[in-house]
């Protein structure tokens, strides 16, 4: 399982992005590894003024119960929050959650 994080041009818009300080890794369901799914999970979410991800929604989906996992892996998420002029403020990230069988 890998994570990457996909970010809109915040540098245009003078803005840092949030940086990954606490991750919490989503368990591989059991019908998932008997039926040896693999794949991607994409989701959507804001990273408030608190540093926590807000309004998780799955943008691509691979079923079999990893979709519900990446999110609640997600949700455990800890970020130090975007900043522009030095100050905190909300952004939109996707976040590719991989799920490889071993």
Known sequence: MGNTYGR??????G?????LIKRSEPEY?????????????VLRTTV?????PHDISVT?????????AAATAVSKWKFDP???AGQPVAVQLNIEVNFRLR
């Not at 369901?29 to 999970?41: D, F, N, S, W």
């Open 8 to 13: 809109t041009d915040f540098a245009a818009q």
């Open 60 to 68: 691509r989906a691979v079923g079999l119960g990893l979709d519900e």
């Open 48 to 52: 408030g003024l608190d540093g926590l």
């Open 29 to 41: 369901t059991e019908i998932a590894r008997q039926a040896k799914c693999q794949g991607a999970v």
């Open 82 to 84: 975007a900043k522009k």
């Open 15 to 19: 803005i840092t992005p949030p940086h």
